[in-house]
C-alpha cells in the first residue's frame, strides 16, 4: 500500500508572526526562512509520528482488496473517505459508491465486505482511495504537544543554521522534541 499527498493543509501549526515572537525576531528579513523551517518542521514531525497534523488529502493506492476486507492506514489520523475507484485492464477508472464503506476513525480503518466490492482489472494499484487525515482544519485542533514540537523544532533548526554550513555536528531532531513526538508515534513493520 502506497499513499500520496494529493493537498497539503490550508494553514500551518503557528503563522509566521507567532514563530518571530517566539524566537525574538524584531525584523522581516528572515520571514521567507521561518516560513519555510516551519512547513518543513511540519513535515517532519508528520513524518516520524506518521499522522497529519491539519487536514489533508491523500490518496492511497492497493493492488487488491484485503481478505477481511478491512483497510488499515499507515497514516492517520482519518477523517473520511471522499472517493473510491477500481482500475479495469485498461486503466479506466470506475468509481465505487461510499456507502458500502465503514469508517473507523478512531482505529484508522475502512472497512467493507470484500466480496461487496469490484475486483481491480490490473494487478498493481488497481485500487485508488482518496481519504481526508489531519486533527482538524485549523491550528487549534492540533495536539498542543505537537504544535510545540514544530515550534520547537523550528527554533532548533533557525538558531542552528549556519553551524551546519561550516561543518559543525548539530542534531537534525532535539531529544526533547523527540520525547514530545513519542507517545504520537504510530511504528509500522
Avoid: C
Avoid at 103 to 127: F, K, T, Y
Amino acid at each position: 500500500m502506497s499513499a500520496m499527498l494529493l493537498a497539503g493543509p490550508a494553514v500551518e501549526p503557528w503563522t509566521v508572526a507567532e514563530l518571530k515572537a517566539f524566537l525574538r525576531v524584531a525584523h522581516d528579513d528572515d520571514d521567507a526562512v521561518i516560513a519555510a523551517l516551519l512547513a518543513a518542521a511540519r513535515g517532519q514531525i508528520e513524518a516520524m509520528t506518521r499522522r497529519a497534523l491539519l487536514a489533508q488529502r491523500w490518496r492511497v493506492l492497493r493492488d487488491g482488496w484485503p481478505d477481511d476486507g478491512r483497510i488499515a492506514l499507515r497514516i492517520g489520523p482519518l477523517r473520511s473517505l471522499t472517493a473510491a475507484v477500481v482500475f479495469d485492464a485498461q486503466g479506466v477508472a470506475h468509481p465505487i459508491g461510499l456507502d458500502g464503506f465503514v469508517i473507523d476513525a478512531a482505529n484508522g480503518v475502512i472497512a467493507a465486505p470484500a466480496w461487496s466490492l469490484p475486483q481491480p482489472g490490473r494487478s498493481l494499484a488497481g485500487i485508488a482511495l482518496d481519504v481526508e487525515l489531519g486533527f482538524g482544519a485549523v491550528a487549534s485542533d492540533v495536539p498542543e504537544l505537537l504544535r510545540h514540537a514544530v515550534r520547537t523544532l523550528v527554533a532548533h533548526w533557525y538558531e542552528n543554521r549556519g553551524l551546519a554550513a561550516i561543518g559543525a555536528s548539530v542534531a537534525m531532531l532535539p531529544g526533547s522534541v523527540a520525547a514530545m513526538i513519542a507517545s504520537f508515534r504510530v511504528l509500522s513493520l
